[in-house]
């Protein structure tokens, strides 16, 4: 694309729909999900297979095949969208490439075995729109997601992309672009929830001619991967927020600090860096103008406490993610001692839509205090687990039920875990609480960067506590004291209920100690450090007291507390577990009744998921 | 996570084209050293002493100082890898889905623990925070390949040693 064309938000337009006239060559487009969740369940072949399909037929000029990101819906990749029937294929292999596009695209044929089919329903769907994990969704941001080549900058402008960032610099000035994000009601989605144009008001007030604006990437949360599939699926809009961004702030310079974990994101933002510079839409004079603002990518190295803004800005200073002691806040010295504004990859994500919408219409869809939809990784114990994006202020039920279907399997809702180490347990009378930064705060939870980790009653809550303050201590940076031992000897109080070794007196301490670091320590880190092992006192006290005074795991999985053996009326005598167990602890005659010896048993659970009749009881 | 005592190999003695070439890439401000120590570590798979003795002069960065960048994040490692290395992701979705028994069962298989590599140089057991694949989990990367929802007995099958196969070939 000629980089001189594009100097305007008519040329954008313009441009637009000439790729459209260019696209109408192709009667149909296949887009396959190919984000790192598609790639692990074997896109990848499909996609060569796809190709291979293409030209064995010879349909290269009439089919047009699309890898994109993440389509959301992980637990029926990988998934295949064709257009302009809109028919969607669940769980493809590279052997049905060639019969979609014989019958599906050559003959209008709808293969019914590849439709997804809705468990609680038996009803097939054949668009994206039937399937009930889409239908109550809201995807103002993730839609783009399954349309959008993210190596492809024209995909992008086909899309409608760079149409703010033009609108922004051609025909707003930065305070009215201010004035349209503070309208929004747009809150940072990294967690903290503050008011973005605030944020923004305040770094532009901020005395300094340099000043930067940095995205963090850098998505630690465990269970959280809202980031990582938008940096994939669609890297150009976080790009096109950023410049927005940086236009209204007055920043020239912008960091992307990307976690090295996600090793296709960093790849696919890379690339979109460079195409949107050699197109005119970074660096020097953006679409021909006064604005100039570039993009340097740096890789995280792996350290949670760098999600924390000013160990982030230590960080890519390169050196060791320390946080310090605010104020002075970033906004007035971050970055090489410069006015800095950080938001997340969700935020920046967000500001196109805002930009193009109007501040206006974005506030309606979320609550009277925050504006916008919110993406949710549902996962853990739930049927369709995926990236899920709903208005705030959608209750949990909702989220859990509607879109994600309930448990998965006939287990029973235990608790939804949000926010990750530095959020909460929620058990089920919190399940109506309309999910907002406020409401869940309220609930001894937070909102965090949109983690939801479904529970039943196979997950024990001690255990869980224990392996967030593993995490964290692990996590923490050492430089406050409270942080530093406090996490050590919470672990080491909650290990020792689970080790059976708990006594009464632990609890209170538990709790005391909890306070002491969360009143005590510097950074977000610590303060809520605490967080699980509270949560997880207000609303399952029972069962550390189980732990405690009974000796026993309820949910089975705390391996001091729980024996297997095998129930001798169901176990039909097939041996399959015999053979599996790894340290031939299980023994018996051929079709009678097996045997487990309680002390050669390292409790690691393969004949539990080797038994059909699942005669092997936990307790 | 303990990382076990630094060993310099042959490869990176002095003048290494494969750490000049890196170098070339910066001006050798402190600022780099988190890039320069991720670049360094993308081509020898880890950190050789002397590789950091020498970014230390580039850099003008004291050693005790990258030696702390080194150990601070946990994506550097001071020893080197094996020939495969398997990563088991132990985040919150997949601890819920039952990591902690593929982990152990990996462990158990290898002989190894979390963070150590076999006798033998020829895996690399390890652990990380998230792998942001939280849908499929639990998620095991052997070698960069993805695996979903692995089982104990499937990530058994994942390091099920080739020596081992070798043996009964014979």
Known sequence: MPATKLKNLKDLVKEQARIAKEREAYSHVVTISSGTCGLAKGSGEFVDAMKAAVKALGLGKRVLIKSTGCHGFCDIEPVVHIAPQGIVYQKVAPENAKEILSETVLRNNVLEKLLYTDPQTGQKARLAREIPFYKSQRRLLTKANAEVDPESLPDYIANGGYQALAKAVGELDPEKVIAEVKKSRLRGRGGAGFPTGFKWEFCRRAKGDVKYVICNADEGDPGAYMDRSLLEGNPHATLEGMAIGAFAIGASEGYIYVRHEYPMAVRNIRKAVEDARAAGLLGKNILGGKFSFDVHIERGAGAFVCGEETALISSVEGKRGEPRQRPPFPAVRGLWGKPTNINNVETWSSIPVVINKGGDWFARIGTESSGGTKIFSLVGKVAHTGLVEVPIGTTLREIIYDIGGGIKGDGEFKAVQTGGPSGGCLPRSMLDLPVDYDTLAKAGSIMGSGGMIVMDESTCMVDLAKYFLNFLRDESCGKCLSCREGTDRLHEIVARICDGKGTEEDLPLLEELALVVKDASMCGLGQTAPNPVLSTLRYFRKEYEAHIKEKRCPAGVCKALIKYSIDGGKCIGCAVCAKQCPVDAISGEFKKPHAIDADRCIRCGVCVDACKPKAILVA | ?170
């Open chain 2, 1 to 170: 996570m303990k990382k076990n005592k630094t060993k310099t190999t042959k490869g990176s003695e002095a003048g290494d084209p494969r750490l000049d070439r890196i170098f070339k890439s910066y001006e050798g401000r402190a600022r780099d050293t988190v890039s320069v120590l991720q670049d360094i570590q993308d081509v020898y798979g880890y950190l050789p002493e002397d590789a950091l003795r020498k970014a230390s002069v580039f850099l003008g960065v004291p050693l005790p100082e990258i030696f702390g960048v080194a150990t601070f994040y946990r994506m550097f490692r001071l020893n080197a890898p094996g020939k495969h290395t398997v990563t088991a992701c132990v985040g919150t979705a997949c601890h819920v889905r039952g990591v902690t028994r593929v982990v152990d069962e990996l462990s158990r298989t290898l002989g190894v623990e979390p963070g150590q590599t076999t006798p033998d140089g020829n895996y690399s057991l390890e652990t990380v925070a998230c792998l942001g694949c939280c849908a499929i989990g639990p998620v095991v990367v052997k070698d960069g390949q993805y695996h979903g929802n692995v089982t104990p007995q499937g990530a058994r099958k994942l390091v099920e040693k080739p020596a081992r196969t070798a043996e009964v070939a014979k």
